[in-house]
């Protein structure tokens, strides 16, 4: 993980999420799509506990963390001030963890997780929605059920899956990911899902215009 090397500059970041939110406006315009339509997630695994609020001041209103712990410890901190997601890996064992804290999980994966979803889901948040991570490149090693194993886990799962997310491969050009962000939008399509976490700060012009509701950004804010 990269920290911060300093305290956050609220200034610096209010330009950074205007300028993000004009690339979302701008590819949303190309593609013919709202730009309302696609959120703007800001990953808080490179942002201490004790900056939060200055996110808020800036304007960012939904939070993505990676781990349970963190999750817990900044949610119980500032918990008020935003919206908050799940987009590291679904661990099975920190399932319990995670679900009182969150309106929606990015990563659901395996069927072990499912499982425990479904011995916990009492301690979910009533909005909860669950998010399937895809491999749709089928990369070796990497998280995410290949695009066959998407039915079985949902059929599987017992809180409502409302959409997928995925990763591509890691590239220095943008428009390559865009054939991987077309499958999953396809594959979301197929089976009526609504939302796709595509697109980070390397790609996430693209992703927009492929299709996605949210876009995951961190480092590019606080450069």
């Known amino acids: ?16 999420l205007a300028q993000a939110r ?8 190309q593609a013919g799509r709202d730009p309302g339509a696609v959120e703007l997630l800001v990953a808080g695994k490179y942002i201490p506990l004790q900056e939060l609020p200055k996110l808020a001041e800036a304007g960012v209103g939904l939070i ?38 969150v309106r929606m999980i990015h990563t659901l994966a395996s ?17 909860l929605e669950l998010l ?8 070796a090693g990497k998280a995410g059920v ?40 396809e594959l979301a399509h197929e089976r009526g899902l609504r939302r796709l976490s595509m697109g980070t700060s390397q790609d996430y012009p693209v992703a927009v215009q492929e299709g996605a509701t949210i876009v995951r950004l961190g480092r590019s804010l606080l450069a």
């Open 111 to 127: 069927e072990s997780a499912a499982r425990e979803l479904a011995r916990w889901q009492q301690l979910a948040r009533p909005e």
């Open 1 to 16: 993980m990269v920290a911060l090397s300093g305290p956050l500059d609220v200034g610096a970041l209010r330009e950074q």
């Open 146 to 185: 290949a695009p066959h194993e998407i039915d079985a886990l949902i059929e599987l799962c017992p809180l409502p899956v409302t959409g997928l997310m995925t990763m591509p491969p890691q590239t220095d050009d943008p428009h390559e990911s865009r054939r991987w962000f077309a499958a999953l939008r």
């Open 22 to 29: 004009a690339e979302i406006e701008r590819a949303a315009a």
């Open 64 to 101: 993505g963390e990676n781990r349970a712990q963190e999750l817990q410890a900044k949610v119980q901190a500032h918990g008020e001030l935003f919206v908050w997601d799940f987009i590291g890996t679904l661990q099975s064992r920190k399932v319990r963890m995670i679900l009182p804290y």
């Open 132 to 139: 399937i991570e895809v491999n749709v490149a089928g990369e």
